[in-house]
């Protein structure tokens, strides 16, 4: 099920002193296979001082531009992104898993005014899907609110200053730097007052019909919060974490022992016994079962499975909703088993 294809980098751009933009050729036997959703995610998988690791990137590019394009911003030293940052070039090649997510925008025949609020690497989902409201409709209108230390800080900065002058009358970005004071911009970080003066002033006469919402874990509380207070439903704010608070591992007290594991994955069943204090994603892992996963800190989709049998809970989830979890989906990274027997389906989601 964690199916990786060999890529080939095509051109790696610099965007700021910490980030560069890496687009991938997609061969013609892999067009398919890799056709995408604005706003989803590859990952991409890459052993680094003998350690394998995986991590999650969203597409930047169009859907229909016949390539991927990822921002990866410098993170960590080290890994992956320091890596992306230092040593990839064009003409290499690396293992990437086709496009996935649920943060994404559908084009309908509909017009659509959309809203959009990113701070840092929080842009890369988000232009693609500003590209894709912008294009799939000549009414459609796309309100985006950009927070970052400087322009020189500013992901995407070129791409988004040409897309204003293409939908002039139509696309609308506010930049916000909280370092330094630059022209056409305001300063200091996303906070309510920015907020309010986007949409109840400058844009006031325009009735968004979605808010998209895509960066720290602090800043889409504070916007997501801002705006049920204004009356914005829960169903037209989305969101996704690019990165999340410290995942403290609060077990409830009835955790205790072993459980009798059943995992399904292709096609087929595996069973084994794991502590009931370990996340199900770890102890499939420790089994050598090939489980799709990215993050592994509950803030994207990959590792999400179904359970036919028992129950578990979820130390955290940003990502399932209240329906789905009734359902029985649950994120394998963050749930503990809590019953002596636990099914759990990765091919039923």
Excluded at 60 to 66: E, F, I, Q, R, V
Excluded at 96 to 116: C, H, L, Q, S, Y
Excluded at 289 to 317: F, L
């Amino acid at each position: 099920m964690a199916d990786f294809h060999s890529l080939t980098v095509h051109h790696v751009k610099p965007l700021t002193p910490d980030s560069v933009a890496i687009t991938f050729t997609i061969p013609k036997d892999l067009i398919q296979t890799f056709l995408f959703t604005s706003g989803q995610y590859i990952t991409i998988k890459k052993e680094i001082k003998g350690k394998e690791l995986r991590r999650a990137y969203s597409i930047s590019s169009s859907p229909t531009c016949g390539n991927i394009t990822i921002g990866v911003k410098k993170v960590d030293k080290g890994g992956f992104s320091d890596y992306a940052n230092s040593k990839i070039s064009a003409g290499d090649v690396l293992e990437v898993m086709p496009p996935e997510g649920r943060f994404t925008f559908k084009p309908t025949d509909k017009v659509k005014n959309i809203a959009a609020f990113a701070a840092g690497s929080g842009i890369t989902p988000i232009i693609s899907i500003a590209r894709t409201v912008l294009a799939s409709n000549p009414k459609n209108k796309f309100m985006l609110v950009y927070g970052n230390k400087s322009y020189k800080e500013t992901m995407f900065y070129t791409e988004l200053v040409k897309l204003q002058l293409e939908y002039a009358n139509r696309f609308f970005v506010h930049f916000i730097c909280s370092q330094e004071q630059e022209a056409d911009s305001l300063f200091g970080r996303i906070d309510i007052s920015t907020i309010n003066y986007t949409l109840k002033n400058k844009h006031k006469d325009i009735i968004f019909d979605d808010y998209y919402l895509c960066g720290p874990e602090a800043m889409i509380n504070l916007v997501t919060d801002t705006l049920k207070e204004d009356g914005i439903s829960e169903d037209k704010i989305h969101f996704e974490l690019f990165t999340s608070t410290e995942i403290m591992d609060e077990l409830p007290l009835h955790v205790e022992g072993q459980a009798q594991i059943t995992i399904t994955l292709d096609d087929e069943e595996f069973t084994f016994s794991m502590d009931k204090k370990a996340l199900v994603l770890d102890a499939v892992l420790k089994e050598n079962i090939d489980a799709p996963y990215s993050c592994q800190g509950g803030v994207c989709s990959s590792c999400i499975a179904r359970v036919t049998e028992g129950k578990a809970e979820m130390v955290k989830n940003q990502i399932l909703t209240d329906g789905e979890i009734a359902e029985g989906l649950i994120l394998t990274c963050q749930a503990h088993p809590i019953t002596p027997t636990l099914k759990v389906d990765y091919d039923d989601v």
